[in-house]
């Protein structure tokens, strides 16, 4: 007999990665964000860590570990750079915990909507390094609408690429 029980979402399309992705791909995207942009300041347009995070969160579908996960990604990616430590740590957590929260209501398989979905983090990313880095620490920041606009939509269209990228690595049971 059918179970017909109504379960959620996360509990029916549940991801599964082999644990050694888990740890390779951040660390990975970390790497190459820190010595690309070290060598060429205009790749720092890109946010890998932060594709990574919303990507991880947008699959596992749980805010508490996408939380998590955030946090780490970004004071890992604030310690390789000359910002003070916590501030990537903030806003990638809260990113993760959006983007988990999300990805359990709507269908994030779509590409269209990775592509909204990669757009509209990037840019709540900026609006929280923002304003972080001048509310809460009182340090001056150099923001552009016109810029942040172009840095969510560089991102989004990588996020599309990288998160089915990914989704090849995913666990077939």
């Known amino acids: 007999m ?5 379960t959620s979402r996360r509990e029916v399309e549940e991801q599964s990665y082999p644990l050694f992705l888990y740890l390779l791909v951040p660390l990975l995207a970390i790497g190459l964000q820190s010595f690309i942009t070290l060598h060429f300041a205009r790749f720092a347009i890109l946010d890998l860590p932060l594709l990574v995070t919303i990507y991880f969160a947008i699959t596992t579908r749980n805010p508490i570990a996408a939380t998590l996960t955030g946090t780490l990604i970004g004071v890992a990616q604030d310690a390789l750079t000359h910002r003070p430590i916590g501030v990537n740590g903030i806003a990638k957590a809260i990113i ?5 929260s999300l990805g359990v209501r709507v269908d994030t398989e779509n590409h269209a909507t990775r592509l909204l979905l990669g757009f509209i983090f990037t ?4 609006a929280i390094f923002l304003l972080t880095t001048h509310r809460l620490l009182g340090l001056e920041v150099d923001w552009s609408w016109l810029h942040e606009l172009i840095r969510g939509v ?3 269209l990588v996020a599309v690429v990288l998160f089915a ?3 090849r690595a995913k666990r077939r049971d």
Do not use: E, K, M, W
């Open 123 to 126: 840019v709540i990313h900026s």
């Open 165 to 167: 990228l990914l989704d």
């Open 154 to 156: 560089v991102n989004a």
């Open 96 to 100: 993760g915990y959006l983007a988990a």
């Open 2 to 6: 059918p179970n017909l029980t109504a």
